[in-house]
């Protein structure tokens, strides 16, 4: 268990696990609940659809007894902290407790703890995951030409989020070729706008006018009656949970990809396929 600091600060949605955990390592220091004048600087806060009022989040903290106190951290209260320099002040390891510290905290000590991912900050969306217990990675050419065939297609997607290829191989032969893109038709996200405008990168991911490149490349088999029986998928970049739970039922023997995703959580469903996973390093 880490030494308790004098003050935890941390945005509190609503205390679930992750932070049961946190607060567990800190328990006996005094929590300060970002409070609503800190939440309305930052957009990505105020649509976070799991939040509830910081005052509602005290209580429930409360409740629990982990704390010798459970506060609202107000603009008054930040700066009476701030210039507290006998106390020793830990945040997560996320984008607002950054942007806070650097604002508010610049007198004070802050140590920022990243050992649990507490909910979908800026670093969280853009970190490239792999999937854990990783155990196959390849260093072959031959792996590296077919994914680099699949940069190749992805480079093709319209898609300004994010662009992805896609192989399905078969007996060492491409057999189809996909990448992601919107539909119906390649300009629709520039004819009538994109439904992902409406978030930041890593929510909602299921609002989209794209179809995934792994979807679009089952289909296309699926029409012209092409098996996906033993073969081999290879794609730039991990597939989504969505893709993967699919890729697990059509047989595909093993998926290359080269770059990680932020979530991986589809991985278990692959394993559970028999689908084996390798990483080929570019």
């Known amino acids: 268990m880490k030494s308790a600091p004098d003050i935890l600060i941390a945005y509190v949605p609503t205390p679930h696990a992750g932070y049961l955990k946190l607060f567990q390592a800190y328990k006996e220091s005094v929590l300060y609940v970002l409070g ?14 799991p939040g509830v009022a910081p005052e509602e989040s005290q209580k429930m903290i409360r409740a629990l007894n982990i704390f010798a106190d459970v506060r609202v951290l107000t603009m008054t209260e930040i700066n009476d902290v ?16 950054h942007a806070l510290a650097e604002k508010y905290l610049s007198y004070a000590s802050v140590v920022f703890d990243g050992s649990w991912r507490l909910r979908w900050d800026w670093g969280s969306v853009q970190k490239g995951r792999i999937p854990e217990g990783e155990r196959n990675v390849s260093l072959y050419e031959f792996d590296r030409i077919f994914i680099r065939q699949a940069f190749a297609g992805a480079n093709r997607s319209p898609d300004w989020w994010r662009q992805v290829g896609a192989l399905l191989v078969k007996e060492k032969k491409v057999i189809l070729a996909a990448f992601n893109q919107h539909v119906p038709n ?25 179809l995934h490149a792994e979807m679009g490349l089952l289909a296309e088999a699926a029409r012209r009656g092409i098996s996906t029986e033993g073969s081999d998928l290879y794609v730039t970049t991990f597939p989504c949970p969505s893709c993967a739970y699919s890729l697990a039922r059509t047989g595909i023997k093993r998926l ?21 996973i390798i990483r080929v390093e570019m």
């Open 256 to 276: 290359f990809y080269a770059e990680g995703y932020s979530l991986v959580a589809g991985a278990e469903a692959l394993e559970a396929g028999n689908v084996e």
């Open 82 to 97: 701030n210039f507290r320099q006998s106390h020793n002040i830990v945040m997560p390891d996320e984008d607002v407790s």
């Open 36 to 49: 609503g004048e800190f939440i309305q600087q930052f957009n990505s806060l105020v649509r976070h659809l």
């Open 186 to 210: 390649e300009q629709s996200a520039y004819h009538y706008g994109d439904p992902r405008s409406q978030f930041e990168v890593g929510e909602r991911i299921d609002f989209s006018g794209s």
